[in-house]
């Protein structure tokens, strides 16, 4: 399930959307009330301007009566696995065209963020926006990841069935709860995969092999073709994000927890990390981040786990 206190402020850019240039944000304090009404035990849920969901079913936009019809609306999906897709049917569309339509985007966009980055998804940007309009208009849309969203102006209506699919070859995800494990494999390619978490969290190496399978786990490994980065940020843009460590090498099922110095502070010179024993990472910022880089030459993957931490102080404002 997702957790409501995100801690995200959800801004919506125009630069990815050719939409009214009106704009909302919404707070840290109402995204768990979005989530808890998203879990009504309703047949068919009604949606509003601005919204979360998670839950598998039918739901209902209808402008209220009182609405700003100048307003940008936006409604962020994601499925409940990691490795599952956002399928949306969308159908019944009321949506003027003269004024930006329905548009789906494959992905998030967070305060100018783009989830997963242009650099990084199997498509580019323009490959990434579909959009839909008119009266008795209907919509398809499967997502390449655990998220996708829509936007549309208010002043409109439509149904829409979301569901989820099951994604067989998962790279990028956002994770939908403040604790779990995920892996991370390239599948022999060049190319890289992220997790994302939206909260400070303790990370966890159980498992990885990333480049040479013969050298045992070590840290600091950036000047390395494959490696592991964990980073941490306020967003979701990982050229902006701190990187906390680096690791590259193999490692068998690990078990114990083992200290470890930071490279962006006070650093020591140890280079080997573990053998048969665990690595735990703190990333104390709003966001944290596990990112596989891969050259393609080697079958890299990696398990790691989660868990939320309270983090005092935001490092990273």
């Known amino acids: 399930m997702i957790v409501g206190a995100l801690v995200f402020v959800f801004l919506i850019i125009q630069d990815v959307y050719s939409m009214p240039n009106t704009r909302r944000e919404i707070e840290k304090s109402e995204l768990s009330e979005l989530r808890k009404r998203s879990d009504a035990p309703q047949s068919q849920k009604t949606l509003d301007c601005f919204d979360m969901v998670g839950i598998e079913g039918e739901y ?16 962020y ?21 003269n ?12 305060g100018g ?11 580019p940007m323009e490959d990434r926006q579909f959009e839909t309009c008119g009266e008795d208009s209907e919509g398809v849309f499967i997502s390449s990841q655990n998220v996708a969203m829509i936007s549309f102006p208010n002043s409109g209506r439509f149904q829409l069935f ?5 994604n067989s070859r998962p790279c990028h995800a956002i994770a939908p709860d403040s604790s779990g494990e995920y892996n991370l494999l390239n599948y022999g390619e ?13 990370m966890s190496v159980i498992q990885m092999s990333v480049g040479d ?36 090498g193999s490692t068998e099922m690990v078990e114990v ?12 010179n140890t280079t080997f990390v573990c053998n048969r024993v665990g690595l735990s990472i703190p990333l104390q910022c709003q966001s944290s981040a596990v990112r596989l880089i891969s050259s393609g030459e080697t079958e890299n993957h990696v398990r790691v786990k989660f868990s939320k931490i309270t983090s005092s102080v935001n490092e990273c404002v």
Not at 87 to 95: E, F, G, K, V
Not at 190 to 202: A, E
Not at 259 to 265: H, K
């Open 213 to 248: 399978p013969t050298t045992e786990t070590k840290l600091k490994c950036f000047n390395e073709p494959d490696q592991l980065q964990f980073l941490e940020g306020n967003g979701f843009d990982h050229a902006l994000m701190q990187t906390e460590q680096v690791l590259c």
């Open 77 to 97: 999906f994601i499925a409940n696995s990691m490795d599952e897709l956002v399928d949306l049917r969308i159908r019944n569309i009321d949506m003027p065209c």
């Open 257 to 268: 927890e083992q200290e470890y110095e930071s490279v962006s502070r006070d650093t020591s």
């Open 162 to 166: 979301f569901r989820a699919k099951k």
């Open 113 to 123: 963020d783009v989830f997963p980055s242009a650099d990084e998804h199997d498509y």
């Open 60 to 75: 209902l936009y209808i402008p209220t009566d009182n609405a700003d019809r100048t307003m940008l609306c936006t409604v």
């Open 99 to 110: 004024e930006g339509g329905l548009q789906m985007f494959d992905g998030w966009n967070l």
């Open 190 to 202: 060049r190319r890289n995969c992220s997790l994302f978490v939206i909260y400070p969290v303790k």
